[in-house]
C-alpha cells in the first residue's frame, strides 16, 4: 500500500499529508459527439467529489460541511507553506494541524 511504502521511508516517516481524490469533472453522459468525454453537462455529479486525507496530524473523521474542488488548492498550498492570496478557495481547516 502507498500508506505503508510512505511510513517506511524514514524521510517521509511522520511527516507526510497525502491527499487522495478522483477525477475531477465525470458527469453522467457518455455521448463523447465534442470530443471531450464526461466534463461538459455541469450537472451535479460534476461538482461533487470526495477527498480521503491522512498523515502528519490528520485527524479522523469527517467534514461536514460543503467543501469544493478550489478547496483542495488552497489546503495543499497551505500544507505547503504557500500564501493564498487572492485564491478562490477555502483551506480544509478540519484537516491542517
Not at 486525507?53 to 469544493?68: C, L
Not at 495543499?76 to 477555502?90: C, F, S, V
Amino acid at each position: 500500500m502507498l500508506w505503508e511504502e510512505i511510513q517506511s521511508n524514514p524521510n517521509y516517516k511522520d511527516k507526510t499529508t497525502l491527499l487522495i481524490l478522483p477525477e475531477l469533472g465525470r458527469d453522467g453522459d457518455i455521448n463523447a459527439a465534442n470530443g471531450f468525454l464526461n466534463h461538459r453537462s455541469g450537472d451535479t455529479s460534476c461538482r461533487n467529489m470526495w477527498v480521503l486525507a491522512m498523515g502528519a496530524g490528520v485527524p479522523a473523521g469527517e467534514i461536514e460541511r460543503p467543501v469544493f474542488h478550489v478547496d483542495l488548492a488552497a489546503t495543499a498550498g497551505e500544507l505547503l507553506g504557500i500564501k493564498a492570496g487572492e485564491m478562490t478557495g477555502r483551506p480544509m481547516r478540519e484537516i491542517l494541524s
